[in-house]
């Protein structure tokens, strides 16, 4: 299989003990580097590596809060 240039780290440089991001990351642009789709846990977690990186994404959830899908999944959560 042949490695993506994320994983192989040629697309973008970690900005590793640089400033770090100022902002939510609410701001509305009209094209992103990446799309996430979903804001569960692998969704933020992305979110979270790419805003290191400097990349613009933007995470879409279809739920109202971001792990709804987790508290209708689970009773312990309701």
């Known amino acids: 299989m042949n490695p993506t240039l994320l994983e192989e780290g040629a697309a973008f440089e970690e900005l590793t003990r ?11 642009r009209e094209r992103y580097d990446v799309i996430v789709i979903g804001g569960g846990q692998a969704g933020l977690s992305v979110g979270h590596h790419l805003a290191r990186l400097g990349v613009s994404f933007v995470i879409l959830e279809a739920h109202p809060r971001v792990g709804d899908a987790w508290r209708t999944r689970w ?3 309701r």
């Open 75 to 77: 009773d312990s959560l």
């Open 18 to 28: 640089a400033r770090r991001p100022t902002t939510n990351g609410t701001e509305e």
